[in-house]
Nanobody
Framework: VQLQASGGGLVQPGGSLRLSCAAS????????VAWFRQVPGQEREGVAS????????YYSDSVKGRFTISRDNAKNTMYLQMNVLKPEDTAVYYC???????????????????WGQGTLVTVSS
């Protein structure tokens, strides 16, 4: 099982980035998929997810209306489109999947056992 995250970088406030997470050894369409982010010294924060049970989408309040999570089953890849980026979005972003979490009401790292390596997003002028 491997999750390969990419797409991070330096962007100015108000800009956009798209993160990708390519999966191998598992089928994303059978799992709950999610993006998390972490700032050094802080807990890992759930950003967005797509639940396996019903395809429902969750966004944290901090990114709602600006970020969009999606999944391309044919490519076995998940994405996080990030628009109107703010300095407080600066973090290492991780993709993760779970066969245990079927539906997300509040996204936490609990029961997510497969993780990508993280990609750094820096929002700064």
């Amino acid at each position: 099982v491997q999750l390969q995250a990419s797409g991070g970088g330096l962007v100015q406030p108000g800009g956009s980035l798209r993160l990708s997470c390519a999966a191998s050894g598992l089928a994303l369409d059978q799992l709950t998929v999610a993006w998390f982010r972490q700032v050094p010294g802080q807990e890992r924060e759930g950003v967005a997810s797509i639940s396996s049970r019903d395809g429902s989408i969750y966004y944290s309040d901090s990114v709602k209306g600006r970020f969009t999570i999606s999944r391309d089953n044919a490519k076995n890849t998940m994405y996080l489109q990030m628009n109107v980026l703010k300095p407080e979005d600066t973090a290492v972003y991780y993709c993760a999947v779970s066969s245990v979490v079927l539906h997300v009401k509040k996204l936490t790292p609990l029961n997510f056992y497969d993780w990508g390596q993280g990609t750094l997003v820096t929002v700064s002028s």
